[in-house]
């Protein structure tokens, strides 16, 4: 079946614009995360989604990042104002979000190029 | 908070060497484990994983992990490589919160493997 995808998959942008990028979770899939990875940073957590509700904000780096997801499938992450350091490939992954099931599968990831 | 330690960010091996990639966790409990492949260009995909029993976790494209909880340790080997083996590899330790679970990254390994 399909994977997890995410659009686009490259976006430059001018420092200070905002920024929109989606994702969509594999089908049925109940849990979705939203990550960063910055060169030389590795993976880094941003926010998580049980169905449309996020008890996982701790990740966001600023108030600048908001998330929201409608339906039980597609979330948008927003990025207000962007910032050079945003520039980051950011990553999405779903879960099925039953016990004992942790296995996430990760979509392309999106580049977000902050000029 | 846990933790993930990947001690090699650079690894450089030519072709049919052997390959061992360490990774400590921070976590004294009940630990659930993954190592996941990062090739050119391509997506995040699950190598192996560990949630419990036998502590040597048989993965794809033959790698193999061994849990060993006395050292809090959980590296990837493979025996011999190959090219196509070139990748980023990082290692991640489940992390439950609240009654939801994250993933916590590594940094994260850049293996190159010359012919």
């Known amino acids: 079946g399909a994977g997890v995808s995410q659009s686009p998959s490259n976006k430059v942008t001018e420092k200070g614009k905002d920024v929109e990028l989606r994702c969509d979770p594999i089908s049925g899939h109940t849990a979705l995360y939203w990550y960063r990875q910055s060169l030389g940073q590795g993976l880094e957590f941003l926010i998580y989604?049980?169905?449309?509700?996020?008890?996982?904000k701790s990740g966001l780096p600023s108030d600048r990042f908001s998330a929201e997801r409608t339906g039980g499938s597609v979330s948008t992450l927003t990025i207000q104002r962007t910032q050079q350091e945003d520039s980051a490939v950011y990553l999405c992954a779903s879960t099925t979000g039953l016990a004992g099931n942790y296995e996430q599968y990760f979509g392309p990831g999106t580049r977000l190029t902050v000029t | 908070a846990q933790s993930v330690s990947q001690h090699n960010h650079h690894v450089i091996l030519s072709e049919a060497a052997s390959l061992e990639l360490g990774c400590n966790y921070s976590y004294g409990g009940t630990v659930n484990l993954f190592w996941y492949v990062q090739y050119p260009g391509q997506h995040l995909q699950l190598l192996l994983k560990?949630?419990?029993?036998?502590?040597l976790v048989k993965g794809i494209k033959g790698f193999e992990a061994e849990f060993i909880k006395s050292k809090f340790s959980f590296n990837l080997r493979k025996p011999s490589v190959q090219w196509s083996d070139t990748a980023e590899y990082f290692c991640?330790?489940?992390?439950?919160?609240?009654?939801?679970?994250?993933?916590?990254f590594g940094a994260g390994t850049r293996l190159a493997v010359h012919p």
């Open positions: 560990y949630f419990s029993g036998d502590p």
């Open positions: 989604f049980q169905g449309n509700s996020a008890p996982d």
């Open positions: 991640a330790v489940i992390s439950f919160s609240g009654g939801y679970n994250k993933l916590i």
